[in-house]
């Protein structure tokens, strides 16, 4: 009895550590039916396990199928992680079938700007000179009246065999012809989610194809009122400030629906090789734990103290900075309270998180909102939009185990 015991507590432990990477229970909708299932597999779960076993379910092809989670079509990444989407356990999906007449009418909804086009351009969006605009039809007594009014045309030129045709003349001749309307290129729309702080919107970029990282910095700044000079992009963790301006979006993986994030970009201060010496002190539950020098308690300095009488605003010099944040990381979960007299960054959070987490700072993955954080580490918190009681996501393995099991068989002595 008592080794089921200790079997069972071992097995329990394990699964409290990373079953929320590996089982996740979904519920979803299609229409008027709604269903319950398990996802499980023997690896971190991605959106193509939810897909395979909704498919299952709802008993629809693979190919066929369409998951809707918080208005977002996730099949469009079937590889993307669930942890890095967000997507955790009693969540709600709605299903979809790629043939249902509301997705074809709203794929129509799409295509009606380049429906009247796509006699004028072809289907991989280059011009050919020599496709020209259908006049419209004109009456039939009108139609005779003009042929008998105007002489009969010039008989085409005989070509000599073995010569290819003198195509150089009517590309001059339709130069040259000013009555002749110039072509009009397809417009392609491309529907993206921009996150911006804490809130996420949606813009159409309707573009000439392809759409550039230009066109989509110019639609930000329509929108959001914001300069090209001081936008940052970032997709995936991948800042878009290191493409050239006319670099497709396609190119860079940035699709429909695709999540964009976008944040201004930081004023240096005056004070800028003040705050490089005095580096924040981060601040966990009941008091300061520096993790400079080692802690050395011969380091006397005013940042450092133990703030007992509360005088820390007067010692530092202004007003500090706290910050409530919780973190979660895999199925544990932490409470920070971040305090500096200068504005808190990232990299400190992930140093303050590598301290209680003993991931590396190297390893670390951050999200929030959709949002990777570690890319950008000097940027503060508060330009990334995390204010108090926000929810942060890390992603990263321990350096060192941190639970031990509280009944073992071969524990040394």
Not at 247 to 264: R, Y
Not at 344 to 371: A, C, F, H, S, W
Request: with cysteine.
């Amino acid at each position: 009895m008592f080794f089921s015991e200790d079997r069972r507590t071992i097995f329990n432990h394990k699964m409290a550590r990373r079953q929320d990477r590996k089982v996740i229970k979904i519920e979803a909708a299609y229409g008027s039916d709604r269903q319950t299932f398990i996802v499980k597999r023997d690896y971190d779960l991605r959106v193509r396990d939810v897909q395979e076993d909704a498919a299952k379910v709802f008993k629809m092809p693979l190919e066929e199928i369409i998951l809707y989670w918080k208005g977002r079509n996730i099949c469009n990444t079937p590889n993307e992680l669930l942890e890095t989407l967000g997507i955790e356990n009693n969540h709600q999906m709605r299903v979809c079938r790629e043939d249902d007449p509301t997705q074809q009418n709203r794929r129509r909804e799409l295509l009606s700007n380049t429906a009247p086009n796509q006699q004028n351009a072809p289907s991989n969006g280059t011009y050919n000179p020599q496709q020209q605009q259908q006049p419209p039809p004109q009456p039939q007594l009108y139609n005779q009246y003009q042929q008998q009014q105007q002489p009969p045309p010039p008989p085409p030129p005989q070509q000599q065999y073995g010569t290819s045709p003198p195509r150089s003349n009517d590309y001059y001749q339709q130069f040259s012809n000013q009555n002749i309307p110039p072509a009009v290129p397809t417009v392609f729309l491309l529907n993206l989610q921009i996150g911006l702080g804490d809130r996420a919107e949606g813009i159409v970029i309707g573009r000439p194809y392809p759409s550039t990282i230009y066109d989509l910095q110019i639609e930000l700044q329509q929108r959001f009122g914001i300069p090209i000079a001081e936008q940052n992009l970032s997709y995936n963790g991948t800042l878009l400030a290191q493409y050239p301006p006319d670099t497709p979006l396609d190119s860079i993986g940035i699709v429909n629906h695709s999540f964009v994030s976008l944040w201004t970009r930081s004023i240096p201060s005056n004070n800028q090789q003040q705050q490089q010496q005095q580096p924040p002190t981060p601040y966990y539950g009941d008091g300061p734990q520096s993790t400079y020098n080692g802690g050395n308690s011969q380091d006397l300095s005013p940042k450092r103290m133990d703030n007992t009488n509360n005088n820390d605003v007067t010692q530092n010099g202004g007003n500090p900075d706290v910050l409530k944040i919780e973190v979660f990381h895999g199925s544990d979960r932490h409470i920070l309270i971040l305090r500096s007299s200068n504005n808190l960054r990232i990299v400190d959070l992930m140093e303050e998180l590598q301290r209680i987490t003993t991931v590396p700072v190297q390893n670390q993955k951050l999200y929030y909102r959709g949002q990777e954080l570690q890319p950008s580490k000097d940027r503060t918190l508060r330009d990334a939009g995390i204010d108090n009681n926000a929810q942060v996501r890390l992603i990263g393995d321990p350096a060192r185990a941190r639970y031990e099991p509280m009944i073992t068989g071969n524990r040394p002595n």
